[in-house]
């Protein structure tokens, strides 16, 4: 299931989230055009290598520092232009009404922590990996939680491909994020029976960004009018471009 849009509206423009897209994408695109070694070089260095993290007692304080940088680096790098792109449309789609909610600099904070708390859960479960994990699935994860937590009766509207023809649907976003979730629940029980990374994917960091959102987001709405669920009621006719254009 491919999220096209929700029916959320919002009252101020997402800043923070465009930014953070336009970041990444900035980046990315950079990186594109830098010689494969040293693609790859920023990738080992500025990525998370959890066994560099776990061991780094053995190495002295210039890879003690480069660990703490990484984590925060390793969010705005990307290994393909389908994860790339996978992650900012997630982010445009969920996270203006999760930055509208919270306000610009508390939703940065909120943002950050979602992401470098899913790496450390990654770094947990999978110890002594020497595979760099890079890219912003981690902080997103932490997002959806915040969403499900806020708008959980939200209408999601999804595009399934059925023998290369698209259909359209619309759910709660209770339904489309817990079903989300639970596949990357799925997916990261087999990575630790496995014993290895399955499909190269962090899915502990999708879990453990998404638990932390949900437990955390109520703490960064203190004090702002984001605990009501503002849905349009079900049966309430709508364009599929109103989210855009309103």
Known sequence: MIPIQDIVPRKTFPI??????????????????????????IVINF???PARITQFGLGDAGVALQNVISLFTAM???????????????????GDNVEDRMGHRRFLV?????????????????PDSTIPMIGASGAISGVLGAYYGLFPLARVIVMIPIFFFPFFFEMPAVLYIGWWYLLQLFSGTLSILHGKIVGGVAWWAHVGGFVVGLLLHRLFCVGKNCFPDEVRPWGVSYNLGEKINR
Not at 81 to 88: A, S
Not at 110 to 126: D, E, K, N, R, S
Request: aromatic share 16%; glycine share 8%.
């Open 16 to 41: 923070v989230t465009v930014s953070l897209i336009a970041l990444n994408s900035l980046i990315f695109i950079l990186m594109l055009n830098l010689p494969s070694q040293v693609r790859e070089a």
């Open 47 to 49: 990525g998370v290598v």
């Open 76 to 94: 705005f790098l990307h290994g393909g232009w389908i994860h790339l792109f996978g992650n900012m449309w997630t982010l445009w789609i969920f």
């Open 110 to 126: 909120f943002y950050l922590l979602c992401g470098i708390a899913a790496t450390l859960v990654h770094v947990w479960l999978h």
